[in-house]
């Protein structure tokens, strides 16, 4: 099946900063999403990006699909977004909305 | 987006039992996904539940363990039974929403604990 990693796997950032997290996938897909999970385990939706480049807000986040890869970069970081971001994707052929969880990225930020 | 409600939200069981776990969508949707979290790990999907249909589960899950009712198209349970401490985990329905439904989105989920 479909392998998605995500990298890096821990990060701590200084209040303010700017980060980069990664996510790689092994095969076609027909759907992207990235998520943010809050310390109560509630899954917010943050981007639905099968492909191309979307901003709200602080957050961005660029899929490419040939290469199979997702980047979601969040800049000014604040404490609020401490928690683990996930990524997600559809095998292309399935259902859109059935996804494939990555290993997940742990984001702690200090005030 | 939908508005996705679980119950309970969290929960303490003895071992041996079983829970059964509820979602409700404010819209009608085809399908309607479990998935499950353990502790310190990603998700996992347990199952798709289609209404008018047996549920069709991910390998390693199986319908002994983890029955699933989908009544309607806005509406499905999933119970664990049986349960272990390997249990503990927390359990999480979505659906797909938006522009042809692509787009999946998650009920707060029901954090599970087994003793």
């Known amino acids: 099946g479909i392998q998605v990693e995500q990298s890096p796997p821990d990060l701590i950032l200084q209040e303010g900063a700017n980060s980069t997290l990664r996510c790689n996938f092994s095969?076609?897909?027909?759907?992207l999403q990235w998520f943010h999970q809050n310390p109560w385990g509630q899954l917010i939706n943050l981007f639905y990006i099968p492909s191309g480049t979307k901003q709200n807000g602080r957050l961005s986040a660029t899929t490419v699909a040939t290469e199979r890869y997702s980047l979601l970069y969040i800049s000014s970081s604040q404490t609020t977004d401490s928690g683990v971001y996930f990524c997600a994707v559809a095998v292309k052929g399935g259902a859109t909305n059935k996804l494939i969880f990555g290993t997940g990225t742990l984001l702690a930020v200090q005030p | 987006s939908a508005v996705i409600s679980q119950k309970p939200s969290r929960d303490i069981c003895q071992r041996g039992t079983s829970l059964t776990i509820q979602c409700q969508v404010d819209s009608q949707v085809t399908m309607m996904f479990w998935y499950r979290q353990q502790p310190g790990q990603s998700l996992t999907l347990i199952a798709t539940a289609n209404q008018g249909s047996e549920a069709t589960y991910e390998s390693g899950f199986v319908i002994d363990k983890f029955p699933i009712s989908r009544p309607n198209l806005t509406f499905s349970t999933l119970t664990v039974s049986n349960m272990s401490p390997e249990d503990s985990s927390i359990y999480l329905c979505s659906v797909g929403q938006g522009a042809r439904n692509t787009e999946a989105f998650f009920g707060q989920g029901t954090r599970l604990t087994v003793v």
């Open positions: 095969d076609s897909v027909n759907n």
